[in-house]
């Protein structure tokens, strides 16, 4: 992971260096920077006890070395607080002073706008009220809370709780992290780097986006959330207010849309579960995906195909499934439920194998441009309605006459060159009257 040194003025004009992994003890040396750019206009302070109110000089950035104090409140009046205490220490900040702590580790506080950037140890970061913040932990492990408008946490590389109780606020996660976010349109980005980690994160916000990484997310939201997974396994539980929007990723993706209902959209060559709840699903598969819906939902589920080959499977679901190829299928496996489902094929040139599974199923087929699909129907029974959708007013009977029947079932050949098997049936009387033209 990239980090970033950070130099800045110290006591009888000796550098105090840190190492942070994120840009926020980089902003606060760009500001002490910028002083010294402006010739005399950095004033610096050292104290080991009592700490007293600066000089205020307008123009000047008022930059405090804290030496050998522990615990410190710092009065307001200064920009910078510099912390070389070897140990842990206690440092209480004005609204708008920035703090910058090596090692050692301590607690940390500030109100409003607010830049608190601790390089290493173990941290508590506690920022409350509206304004712009940057928080950022090290490699220790770090307990961060954030009440922000705007900005960014970063929790560092070690193991780290972070809670985000403001808004517009991104967070950044790099280590084993587990992430609270209780406001709305709150981002946060999980690390790029695999096997930094394991991401957690609990929404009870609205509008929060979730960027998964290279480590595997597990996502628990109880209101309308977004979440874009990366290459890490991803585990989603939804709640029950508003809909989830959850594009796949490249691992393995576990969904509960609980009963807000859910949007997914899965990723190329990756597998998915998808369980409804009570809610209501709607499912786009990808080239080379499997997804597999169960649930016992009342609602209908859409599950619609995408490009290349891939496998949709409602077996598990009790609710009436709306199951259909896309325009640019190439081949795909649809299985309905116990319900009353409809499964869709035709409308582009590939071919599908479908099973209706228990309930009076619905088998639509639109005619194609091309032609030439070689459709399977595998367990057509006396329940089930056979559409006929774009090739004209046909005779159901003409159609059935020349059926014919082989080892693989009875086919049916359409106008277009379209063949439909239906692999558990050997005689066209068992289609008699089940065959509607639209």
Do not use: H
């Amino acid at each position: 992971m990239a980090t970033s040194t950070v130099t800045v003025p110290g006591t009888n004009n000796t550098p105090v260096t840190y190492t942070y992994s994120t840009g926020t003890g980089l902003s606060v040396a760009q500001q002490i920077a910028n002083a010294l750019a402006a010739a005399g206009t950095l004033s610096v302070t050292a104290s080991s006890g009592t700490i007293l109110a600066p000089q205020t000089v307008s123009g000047t950035t008022q930059d405090l070395i804290l030496t050998g104090s522990p615990t410190s409140s710092i009065p307001a009046g200064y920009n910078v607080v510099t912390n070389s205490v070897a140990g842990s220490a206690t440092i209480n900040a004005a609204t708008g002073t920035a703090i910058l702590s090596g090692s050692g580790g301590g607690l940390f506080t500030g109100n409003g706008s607010a830049t608190i950037a601790a390089a290493g140890g173990n941290n508590v970061i506690s920022q409350s009220g509206a304004g712009a913040i940057q928080l950022e932990g090290g490699s220790g492990a770090n307990t961060i809370t954030g009440g922000g408008t705007s900005g960014t946490i970063a929790g560092g590389t070690g193991t780290n709780m972070i809670t985000a109780t403001g808004t517009g606020v991104t967070i950044l996660s790099q280590g084993t992290d587990t992430i609270a976010s209780g406001g709305s349109g709150n981002l946060v980005i999980g690390t790029t780097v695999a096997g930094s980690g394991t991401l957690s994160v609990n929404v009870t916000g609205t509008n929060n986006t979730i960027l998964g990484g290279a480590s595997a997310t597990t996502v628990n939201a109880t209101a309308s959330t977004r979440v874009y997974a990366g290459s890490g396994n991803l585990t989603f539980v939804g709640g029950t207010t508003g809909t989830a929007t959850i594009l796949g990723g490249t691992g393995t993706d576990s969904i509960n849309a609980g009963s807000g209902g859910v949007i997914f959209a899965d990723n190329t060559a990756n597998n998915a579960t998808v369980n409804s709840g009570s809610g209501s699903a709607t499912i786009f598969g990808a080239a080379g995906t499997s997804i597999d819906l169960i649930g016992s939902s009342n609602q209908t589920e859409y599950m619609i195909a995408g490009a290349g080959n891939e496998t949709l499977n409602a077996s598990g679901t009790t609710s009436p499934d709306f199951i259909a190829m896309g325009v640019a299928s190439v081949s795909a496996v649809m299985i309905g439920g116990s319900g009353n489902d409809t499964l869709v094929a035709g409308g582009g040139a590939g071919s599908a194998t479908m099973t209706g599974g228990g309930g009076s199923d619905t088998f639509v087929f639109f005619k194609q441009a091309a032609g030439g699909a070689k459709d399977v129907i595998t367990d057509f029974n006396s329940n089930d309605t056979i559409y006929m959708e774009g090739y004209g007013a046909g005779s159901a009977a003409a159609l059935l006459q020349a059926a014919t029947a082989g080892s693989g079932g009875l086919t049916l050949t359409l106008s277009d060159g379209t063949n439909v098997t239906f692999s558990n049936l050997t005689s066209s009387s068992s289609l008699t009257g089940k065959i509607q033209y639209g």
